[in-house]
């Protein structure tokens, strides 16, 4: 049996056609902006209200890009128009009516100054997200201060959490230093790429995408590392602990206590020379060596080539943790042990993740004691789509900007 089409079925040109895609693609986009309009205000109240903190995650950017599934740089944007609803109402209102997508609204929450929400707002109903930043440029920005370079400085702040340094470069200096971070950078996003870019289905487990912090910290490491024989009594980076066998309480050799998360980190799997002290002499000395034999430590590659927290997929770096923490007897012993990647190594100690073994059988679990896995968090829509009108989109016309005029802030607004 042979079908044939209806001979009163009407036969539309290529324009018809495109015309017809056409409405329909306004259609979904306006409802994807109305969408992303009510996923920056979720994001804007997890981030006023300081809800995120007990989540785990290192940043509401990266919370953000986990539980939405989204790229470093989408959730960036999100995160940016959230922080800065205040500041442009009109473009948020635009956002959700459907009439302006994330990305117009996101390069101008990055950019624009207070005070310039009606001119950007108007600007974007025609403007592509490329003229928007050509306008952005062209703006006026205050001048730089004449005077000369400060003197080289590094300054170092410390509270009883965490410590910042401040560093003072002049510009050839800090292009050195520039270099060698991109590098180690560089290098950390390549492993993680080789750990996850690669995989069949992305995971929310993940840890999130390298830093420059981890940068930072990996140049301090290469460095400290890479000749030992010309320091002073050629001195590896060892981590000098006391501990107090009584009060069950470590300190930092001439630094701050540390807290129970951190002591149980330090004395998981890392090289450590620890000082046993009772009520404030030494008694003993711990033995500087890793805890892990690399005749144990091979065994445990095989058994778990990556990260045991489901979904991460780290394979360089690996710690071996105690499940049951060492300094409460847990031996060091296959049953005992398990791999995982520094990232969510300090979790687990920080208490937002429990490893549970043996240790060829781990589970993972959350606060709320939900077994973590390594499947996707989207699901089907439950509700209809926003009622909300199909988006025009930019004008696609060629920006004239020898009759533009920017924005300019009145004097004292700036």
Same mark, same amino acid.
């Given at each position: 049996?042979?079908?044939?089409?209806?001979?009163?079925?009407?036969?539309?040109?290529?324009?018809?056609?495109?015309?017809?895609?056409?409405?329909e693609l306004?259609?979904?986009?306006?409802?994807?902006?109305a969408?992303?309009?009510?996923i920056?205000?979720? !994001? +804007? $109240?997890?981030? *006023? #209200?300081?809800?995120?903190?007990? %989540?785990?995650?290192?940043?509401?950017?990266?919370?953000? =890009?986990?539980?939405?599934?989204?790229?470093p740089?989408?959730?960036r944007?999100?995160?940016t128009?959230?922080?800065?609803?205040?500041?442009?109402?009109?473009?948020?209102?635009?956002?959700?009516?459907?009439?302006?997508?994330l990305?117009?609204?996101?390069?101008?929450?990055?950019?624009?100054?207070d005070?310039s929400?009606?001119?950007?707002?108007?600007?974007?109903r025609?403007?592509?997200?490329?003229?928007?930043?050509?306008?952005?440029?062209?703006?006026?920005?205050?001048?730089?201060?004449?005077?000369?370079?400060?003197?080289?400085?590094?300054?170092?702040?410390?509270?009883?959490?965490?410590?910042?340094?401040?560093?003072?470069?002049?510009?050839?200096?800090?292009?050195?230093?520039?270099?060698?971070?991109?590098?180690?950078?560089?290098?950390? !996003? +390549? $492993?993680?790429? *080789? #750990?996850?870019?690669?995989?069949? %289905?992305?995971?929310?487990?993940?840890p999130?995408?390298p =830093?420059i912090?981890?940068?930072?910290?990996?140049?301090?490491?290469?460095?400290?590392d890479?000749?030992?024989?010309?320091?002073?009594?050629?001195?590896?980076t060892?981590?000098?602990?006391?501990?107090?066998?009584?009060?069950?309480?470590?300190?930092?050799?001439?630094?701050?206590?540390l807290s129970?998360?951190?002591?149980?980190?330090?004395?998981?799997?890392?090289?450590?020379?620890?000082?046993?002290?009772?009520?404030?002499?030494?008694i003993?000395?711990?033995?500087?060596?890793?805890?892990?034999?690399?005749?144990?430590?091979?065994?445990?590659?095989?058994?778990h080539a990556?990260?045991?927290?489901?979904?991460?997929?780290?394979?360089?770096?690996?710690?071996?943790?105690?499940?049951?923490?060492?300094?409460?007897?847990?031996?060091?012993?296959?049953?005992?042990?398990?791999?995982?990647?520094?990232?969510?190594?300090?979790?687990?100690?920080?208490?937002?993740?429990t490893?549970?073994?043996?240790?060829?059988?781990?589970?993972?679990?959350?606060?709320?004691?939900?077994?973590?896995?390594?499947g996707?968090?989207?699901?089907?829509?439950?509700?209809?789509?926003?009622?909300?009108?199909?988006?025009?989109?930019?004008?696609?016309?060629?920006?004239?900007?020898?009759?533009?005029?920017?924005?300019?802030?009145?004097?004292?607004?700036?």
């Amino acid at each position: 049996m042979t079908s044939t089409a209806s001979l009163d079925a009407p036969v539309l040109g290529p324009d018809q056609r495109l015309d017809t895609l056409f409405d329909e693609l306004a259609e979904l986009q306006g409802q994807l902006n109305a969408i992303d309009g009510r996923i920056v205000e979720i !994001v +804007a $109240e997890m981030d *006023r #209200d300081e809800l995120w903190g007990g %989540t785990g995650a290192r940043s509401v950017e990266s919370l953000v =890009a986990w539980k939405t599934g989204s790229s470093p740089a989408r959730a960036r944007t999100i995160t940016t128009v959230a922080r800065r609803l205040d500041s442009f109402p009109r473009c948020a209102e635009g956002l959700r009516d459907g009439k302006l997508s994330l990305d117009q609204v996101g390069v101008v929450a990055q950019r624009a100054v207070d005070g310039s929400d009606e001119h950007y707002a108007a600007l974007a109903r025609s403007a592509t997200v490329s003229q928007l930043r050509m306008a952005l440029k062209l703006a006026p920005h205050p001048k730089p201060d004449p005077r000369s370079e400060p003197d080289r400085s590094v300054t170092k702040i410390t509270d009883d959490e965490f410590v910042s340094w401040r560093i003072k470069l002049r510009h050839v200096d800090a292009a050195k230093f520039d270099a060698a971070l991109q590098s180690h950078l560089d290098a950390l !996003v +390549a $492993e993680w790429k *080789r #750990d996850h870019d690669d995989r069949d %289905t992305a995971s929310d487990d993940a840890p999130p995408f390298p =830093a420059i912090a981890d940068a930072f910290l990996r140049l301090i490491e290469a460095g400290w590392d890479a000749d030992v024989s010309r320091r002073p009594h050629g001195h590896r980076t060892t981590v000098v602990m006391h501990f107090d066998v009584e009060a069950r309480a470590g300190q930092l050799h001439l630094g701050a206590m540390l807290s129970e998360a951190e002591r149980r980190y330090l004395m998981c799997d890392a090289t450590y020379e620890v000082w046993f002290e009772r009520d404030g002499e030494v008694i003993g000395t711990g033995r500087e060596t890793r805890q892990i034999s690399h005749r144990l430590r091979r065994v445990l590659e095989v058994r778990h080539a990556t990260c045991a927290v489901p979904g991460c997929g780290a394979t360089q770096g690996l710690h071996a943790h105690h499940i049951r923490h060492w300094e409460d007897g847990g031996p060091t012993e296959l049953s005992n042990l398990v791999l995982v990647c520094p990232y969510h190594h300090r979790l687990h100690h920080r208490g937002i993740i429990t490893i549970r073994g043996p240790g060829n059988a781990v589970t993972v679990v959350d606060t709320a004691g939900r077994q973590l896995s390594g499947g996707s968090l989207a699901r089907a829509p439950s509700r209809p789509p926003p009622a909300v009108s199909p988006y025009s989109g930019p004008s696609g016309e060629r920006a004239g900007w020898k009759w533009y005029e920017p924005f300019a802030p009145r004097p004292g607004l700036a």
